[in-house]
């Protein structure tokens, strides 16, 4: 998908833009997919274990909804 993204000009230049905006620095495609080859089960594991952690969830509810609904949604999460 990200290949596909930067087939044209318009899309290369917002990404290094933006990365240069960010980092100071622009990296090359097989730099980006190098890095992301690089990334394990295990740190994968160990960032959802640190940002998802249950006691850190939250429930943001927009738009109509029902009671029912509410209480649904935050059944599922308090099952932690």
């Known amino acids: 998908r990200m290949i596909m993204s930067l087939e044209n000009n318009?899309?290369?230049?917002d990404m290094f833009g933006s990365q240069l905006i960010v980092a100071d620095r622009t990296w090359s495609l097989?730099?980006?997919?190098?890095?992301?080859?690089k990334v394990s089960i295990e740190d994968?594991?160990?960032?959802?274990?640190?940002?998802?952690?249950?006691d850190k969830l939250r429930l943001a509810l927009i738009g109509p909804h029902t009671k029912?609904?509410?209480d649904k949604l935050e059944a599922i999460i308090s099952k932690g």
């Open 68 to 70: 029912e609904t509410t």
């Open 30 to 37: 097989d730099e980006i997919l190098s890095t992301i080859d």
């Open 10 to 13: 318009s899309a290369v230049a």
């Open 44 to 54: 994968v594991l160990r960032v959802t274990q640190k940002y998802l952690a249950h």
